[in-house]
Protein backbone atom coordinates (compact mmCIF):
# COMPACT_ATOMS: atom_id res chain seq x y z
CA UNK A 1 0.00 0.00 0.00
CA UNK A 2 1.32 2.99 -0.98
CA UNK A 3 1.92 5.65 2.16
CA UNK A 4 -0.14 9.41 1.33
CA UNK A 5 2.27 12.80 1.51
CA UNK A 6 1.48 14.89 3.98
CA UNK A 7 1.73 18.23 2.94
CA UNK A 8 4.63 20.38 4.44
CA UNK A 9 3.52 23.78 5.64
CA UNK A 10 4.23 26.96 3.29
CA UNK A 11 8.58 27.48 4.02
CA UNK A 12 9.73 31.44 5.75
CA UNK A 13 11.68 33.05 3.74
CA UNK A 14 13.33 36.15 3.05
CA UNK A 15 13.19 36.13 -0.65
CA UNK A 16 9.19 36.09 -1.34
CA UNK A 17 7.14 39.05 -1.89
CA UNK A 18 4.35 40.97 -2.81
CA UNK A 19 3.68 44.24 -3.10
CA UNK A 20 0.93 46.34 -4.04
CA UNK A 21 0.00 47.16 -7.81
CA UNK A 22 1.83 50.21 -9.24
CA UNK A 23 4.73 50.40 -6.61
CA UNK A 24 7.57 51.61 -8.51
CA UNK A 25 10.57 49.81 -8.83
CA UNK A 26 12.21 51.91 -7.19
CA UNK A 27 10.48 51.56 -4.09
CA UNK A 28 10.74 47.67 -4.35
CA UNK A 29 14.11 47.69 -4.15
CA UNK A 30 14.84 50.48 -1.30
CA UNK A 31 12.24 48.56 0.72
CA UNK A 32 14.22 45.26 0.45
CA UNK A 33 17.23 46.35 0.62
CA UNK A 34 18.13 46.05 -2.74
CA UNK A 35 19.02 49.55 -4.54
CA UNK A 36 22.42 48.08 -5.42
CA UNK A 37 21.22 45.01 -7.44
CA UNK A 38 20.50 44.05 -10.34
CA UNK A 39 17.04 44.10 -11.25
CA UNK A 40 14.87 41.99 -13.82
CA UNK A 41 11.29 43.04 -14.23
CA UNK A 42 8.25 41.38 -16.28
CA UNK A 43 4.72 41.38 -17.11
CA UNK A 44 2.48 37.99 -16.82
CA UNK A 45 -0.41 39.72 -17.58
CA UNK A 46 -0.69 37.45 -21.01
CA UNK A 47 1.40 34.02 -19.44
CA UNK A 48 -0.92 31.05 -20.33
CA UNK A 49 2.10 28.51 -19.51
CA UNK A 50 5.44 28.21 -18.42
CA UNK A 51 6.36 28.76 -22.24
CA UNK A 52 5.77 32.48 -22.05
CA UNK A 53 7.09 32.96 -19.09
CA UNK A 54 10.44 31.69 -19.90
CA UNK A 55 10.33 33.59 -23.11
CA UNK A 56 9.49 37.03 -21.23
CA UNK A 57 12.11 36.73 -18.72
CA UNK A 58 14.75 35.59 -21.94
CA UNK A 59 13.50 38.76 -23.52
CA UNK A 60 13.98 40.84 -20.78
CA UNK A 61 17.07 39.59 -20.43
CA UNK A 62 18.36 40.54 -24.04
CA UNK A 63 18.92 36.87 -25.85
CA UNK A 64 18.92 36.39 -29.47
CA UNK A 65 15.54 34.95 -31.13
CA UNK A 66 17.46 31.05 -31.36
CA UNK A 67 17.05 30.99 -27.43
CA UNK A 68 13.67 31.64 -27.57
CA UNK A 69 12.68 28.38 -29.95
CA UNK A 70 13.65 26.29 -26.52
CA UNK A 71 10.26 27.45 -24.89
CA UNK A 72 7.54 26.68 -27.56
CA UNK A 73 3.88 26.43 -26.49
CA UNK A 74 3.12 22.84 -26.03
CA UNK A 75 6.45 22.11 -25.10
CA UNK A 76 7.60 21.59 -21.23
CA UNK A 77 9.98 24.38 -20.28
CA UNK A 78 12.85 22.48 -18.76
CA UNK A 79 13.34 23.93 -14.64
CA UNK A 80 17.21 23.80 -15.56
CA UNK A 81 17.60 24.97 -19.09
CA UNK A 82 15.95 27.72 -17.96
CA UNK A 83 17.71 28.64 -14.90
CA UNK A 84 21.05 28.75 -16.71
CA UNK A 85 19.58 31.26 -18.70
CA UNK A 86 18.41 33.52 -15.51
CA UNK A 87 20.01 35.76 -12.60
CA UNK A 88 22.81 37.41 -15.12
CA UNK A 89 21.94 40.68 -13.56
CA UNK A 90 22.80 38.81 -10.06
CA UNK A 91 26.64 39.62 -11.09
CA UNK A 92 28.74 42.10 -11.41
CA UNK A 93 30.55 40.49 -15.20
CA UNK A 94 27.28 38.86 -16.02
CA UNK A 95 28.55 35.11 -16.35
CA UNK A 96 26.20 32.80 -16.56
CA UNK A 97 26.98 29.91 -14.97
CA UNK A 98 29.07 32.24 -12.38
CA UNK A 99 32.59 32.88 -13.36
CA UNK A 100 35.22 32.38 -10.75
CA UNK A 101 35.90 36.14 -10.62
CA UNK A 102 32.12 36.80 -11.05
CA UNK A 103 30.70 39.36 -8.00
CA UNK A 104 27.83 38.82 -6.74
CA UNK A 105 25.45 42.04 -6.09
CA UNK A 106 22.54 39.98 -6.38
CA UNK A 107 19.06 40.47 -8.43
CA UNK A 108 15.81 41.34 -7.63
CA UNK A 109 13.05 39.89 -9.90
CA UNK A 110 9.49 41.87 -10.21
CA UNK A 111 6.98 39.97 -11.62
CA UNK A 112 4.07 42.88 -12.69
CA UNK A 113 0.31 42.21 -12.55
CA UNK A 114 0.11 38.57 -11.63
CA UNK A 115 -3.50 37.22 -12.17
CA UNK A 116 -5.49 34.27 -10.75
CA UNK A 117 -4.64 30.86 -12.38
CA UNK A 118 -0.99 31.43 -12.37
CA UNK A 119 -0.15 29.71 -9.36
CA UNK A 120 1.42 26.93 -11.18
CA UNK A 121 3.46 29.25 -13.49
CA UNK A 122 4.72 31.45 -10.88
CA UNK A 123 5.63 28.46 -8.43
CA UNK A 124 7.73 27.31 -11.15
CA UNK A 125 9.93 30.63 -11.12
CA UNK A 126 9.80 30.55 -7.65
CA UNK A 127 11.36 27.29 -6.93
CA UNK A 128 14.45 28.52 -9.13
CA UNK A 129 14.36 31.44 -7.01
CA UNK A 130 14.52 28.94 -3.62
CA UNK A 131 17.33 27.14 -5.42
CA UNK A 132 19.75 29.71 -6.84
CA UNK A 133 18.97 31.51 -3.46
CA UNK A 134 20.60 28.14 -1.22
CA UNK A 135 23.05 27.50 -3.68
CA UNK A 136 24.66 31.02 -3.16
CA UNK A 137 24.09 31.38 0.37
CA UNK A 138 26.42 28.09 0.80
CA UNK A 139 28.84 30.00 -1.97
CA UNK A 140 29.49 32.91 -0.48
CA UNK A 141 28.46 32.59 3.91
CA UNK A 142 27.94 28.32 5.04
CA UNK A 143 25.70 30.15 7.89
CA UNK A 144 22.35 31.19 5.59
CA UNK A 145 21.70 33.70 8.41
CA UNK A 146 24.29 35.44 7.97
CA UNK A 147 24.13 35.83 3.73
CA UNK A 148 22.91 39.08 2.37
CA UNK A 149 19.50 38.69 0.76
CA UNK A 150 20.92 37.29 -2.62
CA UNK A 151 17.82 37.32 -4.63
CA UNK A 152 14.29 38.32 -4.21
CA UNK A 153 11.14 37.75 -5.97
CA UNK A 154 8.29 40.09 -5.59
CA UNK A 155 4.45 39.34 -7.45
CA UNK A 156 3.07 42.63 -7.50
CA UNK A 157 -0.57 42.24 -6.64
CA UNK A 158 -0.39 38.93 -4.99
CA UNK A 159 -3.24 38.22 -2.58
CA UNK A 160 -2.41 34.92 -1.22
CA UNK A 161 -0.75 34.40 1.91
CA UNK A 162 1.65 31.29 0.54
CA UNK A 163 2.76 29.80 -3.13
CA UNK A 164 2.30 26.17 -3.33
CA UNK A 165 4.30 24.39 -6.25
CA UNK A 166 3.81 20.79 -4.60
CA UNK A 167 3.25 19.12 -1.40
CA UNK A 168 6.54 19.15 -0.17
CA UNK A 169 7.51 23.01 -1.79
CA UNK A 170 5.57 25.89 -0.65
CA UNK A 171 6.60 29.50 0.26
CA UNK A 172 5.43 31.91 2.52
CA UNK A 173 4.68 35.13 0.56
CA UNK A 174 5.67 38.17 3.23
CA UNK A 175 3.88 41.38 2.82
CA UNK A 176 5.20 45.25 3.51
Request: net charge negative.
Amino acid sequence: MKKRRVPHSPQPNQWLFTCPINTLTSTIAATLGMVSSGITEVDAHTWQGEWDMANAFVREYGYDEPILSEFREGHRVNWDALEDWMFIRAYINNATPPAPNSNFVGELLVIRRVRPGQEKILAFVASMVAAHVKWESKRHHPDPVLAVRPLALVLEGWEKPALIRSDAESWIVNGW
